[in-house]
T-cell receptor, first 113, second 119 residues
């Protein structure tokens, strides 16, 4: 059974801090790893990673994938209160799991002013 | 539409009643997915439609759950004889076609969900 585990489950920081969120996975026939940000409602897409060692960046957010060690990290630098959200990691696979995503339980990030 | 649209946004029902949840995907997205998110949990896959292919129903938790997708666009998730453990947020997502070698590298775009409360 495919499995995705995120850590920490929750994190409280102050504005300006840098945070690192972790995602490890056990998936047969791995294809892609995705990060989403979920505020009150719809998860919004952040990154898709398919190749090891290639960093994806968007402003203060960046992410990288290690397919040998089966994990990914999401970094947020100079955090702001607007970064407060649940961050979800998901893995897409092939074979019988083709199409669907397997999600981790999420990391709740709270950024205080 | 501009994004994935779900209705209703909230639904309160009594145990034993049937409910229908609706999802209108992004125009041009042939793949459609339903997930369930219980309080404090990640998203749990329920069912996946791709074009005219038979849906992947492997995530449906019981035979009380069913889904249809008419005309390759709008989808309805039906829960019959609702139970209290069905209370959750039901999220719908859509993506570009997932056929072909790169198909699993799809980006799924989510709607805001329907919060179902079974009393």
């Amino acid at each position: 059974e495919d499995k995705v585990v995120q850590s920490p489950l929750s994190l409280v920081v102050h504005e300006g801090d840098t945070v690192t969120l972790n995602c490890s996975y056990e998936v047969t026939n791995f294809r892609s790893l995705l990060w989403y940000k979920q505020e009150k409602k719809a998860p919004t897409f952040l990154f898709m990673l398919t190749s090891s060692g290639i960093e994806k960046k968007s402003g203060r957010l960046s992410s990288i994938l290690d397919k040998k060690e089966l994990f990914s990290i999401l970094n947020i630098t100079a955090t702001q209160t607007g970064d407060s959200a649940v961050y979800l990691c998901a893995v897409g696979a092939g074979g019988t799991s083709y199409g669907k995503l397997t999600f981790g339980q999420g990391t709740i990030l709270t950024v205080h002013p | 539409g501009a994004g994935v649209s779900q209705s209703p946004s909230n639904k309160v029902t009594e145990k034993g009643k049937d409910v229908e949840l609706r999802c209108d995907p992004i125009s041009g997205h042939t793949a459609l997915y339903w997930y369930r998110q219980s309080l404090g949990q990640g998203l749990e896959f329920l069912i996946y439609f791709q074009g005219n292919s038979a849906p992947d129903k492997s995530g449906l938790p019981s035979d009380r759950f069913s889904a249809e997708r008419t005309g390759g666009s709008v989808s309805t998730l039906t829960i019959q004889r609702t139970q209290q453990e069905d209370s959750a947020v039901y999220l719908c997502a859509s993506s570009l076609p997932t056929s072909g070698g790169a198909g699993a590298k799809n980006i799924q775009y989510f709607g805001a969900g329907t919060r179902l409360s079974v009393l």
